[in-house]
């Protein structure tokens, strides 16, 4: 991306039309699973050395965390030197790094590790540092090709493109179309006009807010449209050319911007006649646009919108796939993606990448080996588990081998204010929801044997987020009201309300069927459930595993305890839990 202006989108495969096409783009990798390792940013904060990484990577080895999967390394903000170097390099960090990025990454690879990285999207980190990739893309894959990098985190602040975090607010302009007062065709007739998907506000004869929902914090459902645009119907008496007329009032604000899009069609084969700023130079702009547009005989769509927020940020991400391509072709680099769900990534991030943030930070304490502080298993905002898992819970169908998975962040065992409780039960939902699984604390805490440690090598539920199948768990109950009389489903609804259990569904590859309930409730306890094979067949449907077909008879292991015991018929009795706690089987047909 350009340091000036958004980048031109000549090919529509980038576009709001091909983000439903399941193609990928820049041959992106598909059939990997969640990554799992360690990341730098809750112990350590910017305050991450050399020292520190190298003893990070002998306790996997010394805790055997290796052999459990654990693999990735990962220096998050603040290793950089504050500036580039004359040709526009990344350069180290000589206090915090001495050795280079290079032999610190040879230092892991010997222990049979891989080395990862982190940068921004804009021209800054969010720590401040004046190195991001904006402009510099081939430059920095380059760099991070020689540093033998296996895994690299980028991240959305200082985006110019955006009103991101640290990012100029007026980059709204960008972000959303200009009000929309009236449209004109000289020489057709408007037959018919309407809004399509969500979000747009008409009022006084005007069309506000056209643009893409922000998804950064809670409350925004990840379900349904996530964008809106204005559809007119246009007849014309024959083939030509045609002057479009579009009066706007521009601005520079949440729901009032200058960006304004206008196709002909929908789809691959949608026609744009306009995609670009308009003039905002003051608060307050209108104007006329005057175009020319081409038309066949009889109905035309013609669509406004501006669905650059995700356009734009998919562009940008691309151009560091590309550049990671070009400096080496082979790699095998994973992509994750940190723009915290600001701009809908489930609808777009598969094109590119191996997982894709969905929510602002799990927490803001950091830096103080994890004293994450209160309100961290239950917050309104998005510092705490139950935040980040009441989102991902609903977004099961955007992940997949085939695509990348939804990434509720990194996780918080250890930090302080989370009980042995909440922790196993995090992890569980981290596990069945197939979350990147990336340790935050000081791993010099950890002894083999101890409380941390048997929840974060519980093979058992790792080998269920590691699965081969790779499908997230379904939502098939919650406690929580429901009315499908709406539409509403417990896979589909966003809900925040914590007083509730959940019950997951996740299909394995062996045939078999892992069952989880979640106990929200800080405070009270569950109620038990009786839950019939009948009801699981339903929700999953077709991924309902084939042995459960007629099956009386199933082996059940308790993951966490261990204990099998033999089940007969079809129901399941799923016990009262605790506040906070998790009740997590393995189900397999003994027949």
Known sequence: MGLNSPDKITNNEYRFDAFSNGKVLLNKKKNRLPAMGWNSWNAFGTGNNEALTKAMADCFIKLGLDKLGYKYIILD????????????????????????????????????????????????????????????????????????????????????????????????????????????????EITGQKTVGQGIVFENGTYKNIGTFDGTNTGTSPNGPRSGEIEYSINAPEKGSYTLLVKYEAGCEIGKGSWLQIAIGRGKDALYYFDDLLDSSTDLKEGTLKIEIELKEGQNILRLMNHRRQE??????????????????????????????????????????????ILNDITFRVGSDGDAGYGQWSDPGTPSVTSQYNKAVVMDEYAGLDKGWNDPDMLMIGMKGLTPVMNQSHFTMWCMM????????????????????????????????????????????????????????????????????????????????ALSVFNLSQENPSSEFVLKSALIKQKLGAKCPLAFNGASKFIVKNLWTGKLEEVKGEEFILPSLEPCGNFTVKISPAE
């Open 77 to 188: 903000d603040g290793c950089y030197k504050s500036k580039r170097s004359d040709d526009g390099k990344l350069m180290n960090d000589e206090v915090k790094f001495p050795s280079g990025f290079l032999a610190l990454a040879d230092y892991i690879h010997s222990k049979g590790l891989k080395f990862g990285m982190y940068n921004d999207i804009g021209t800054k980190l969010c720590s401040g540092l004046e190195v991001g990739t904006c402009g510099h893309e081939k430059t920095d894959a380059a760099s991070y090709v020689s540093w033998k990098i296996d895994f690299l985190k980028v991240d959305n602040c200082y985006y110019l493109w955006e009103n991101a975090t640290f990012s100029n607010p007026e980059n709204a302009k960008y972000v959303y179309a200009p009000y929309i007062k009236e449209v004109s065709v000289k020489g057709c």
């Open 312 to 357: 734009n940020t998919l562009c940008s991400y691309a151009a560091m796939l590309e550049g990671l391509n070009e400096a080496n072709p082979d790699n095998e680099i994973i992509l994750s993606l940190c723009e915290w769900g600001k701009t809908q990534p489930q609808n777009w991030g598969y094109k590119v990448a191996d997982s894709w943030r």
């Open 434 to 513: 197939n979350a990147p699984l990336l340790l935050g604390l000081d791993l010099r805490r950890v002894e083999v044997g101890n409380e941390i440690y048997k929840i974060i090598a519980n093979k058992d539920l790792i080998d269920l987020n590691q699965d081969k199948l790779g499908i997230q768990a379904k939502r098939i109950y919650t406690s929580a009201k429901i009315d499908e009389s709406l539409g509403e489903s417990a896979d589909k609804k966003y809900i925040t309300d914590n007083e509730r259990f959940d019950i997951l569904a996740k299909p394995l590859a062996d045939g078999s069927l």
